[in-house]
């Protein structure tokens, strides 16, 4: 195995976690088999992925506690709309993942992570230019809100770090 892809089965691994932790994607398979137990409960829990209701209480949850202001409605609204983009991107990719869980090899698996973590990157790049924006143009208030929830990734069961 050369070096490129050990690194890059890491940075799948990795990123599944992350994925896996924040909601983005259901846990991963429980290693026994299905048919071990044909008569038990699920070998793994089923994840509720956010729905698009979800992701509108999540931006009103967000804008409220932002206090956005009418003079930063424009920049507010194009961040809103980066953030729905995104959860749609990710959950498109979930959900096929999860129409294919039961006949993916072990690389289907991985590129699948793969396809998930480029997702969420490439909605990050495009959420960041867009919510710096917004941020600029935030009081100084606003912006030590914005500094403790993202800090806080402002997720249930979420790591929380201090922020001074």
């Known amino acids: 195995m050369t070096n490129s892809t050990s690194s ?4 799948c691994a990795s990123l599944a976690a992350v994925l896996t932790a924040t909601g983005f994607i259901g846990a991963p398979r429980a290693a026994t088999p299905e048919w ?3 008569h038990a409960a699920p070998a793994h829990p089923t994840r509720r ?4 209701h979800d992701v509108e209480v999540r931006i009103a949850e ?5 206090q956005i202001t009418a003079g930063q409605e424009a920049q507010w609204s194009a961040v809103a709309q980066a953030m729905r983009d995104n959860a749609h991107a990710i959950r498109g990719l ?7 869980q039961r006949t993916m090899t072990a690389l289907d698996d991985l590129r699948s992570y793969e396809q998930l973590a480029e997702a969420h990157a490439d909605g990050t790049k495009k959420l960041l230019p867009r919510f710096e924006a917004l941020y600029d143009n935030m009081s100084d208030a606003q912006k030590k809100t914005a500094d403790t929830v993202f800090a806080r990734f402002d997720r ?7 922020v001074s």
């Open 49 to 52: 992925r956010a729905t698009a």
């Open 94 to 100: 979930a959900e096929m993942r999860a129409r294919n």
């Open 36 to 38: 071990a137990a044909p």
């Open 62 to 66: 967000l804008r409220a506690r932002l």
């Open 8 to 11: 890059r089965i890491v940075l």
């Open 156 to 162: 249930p069961g979420g790591p929380k770090r201090h």
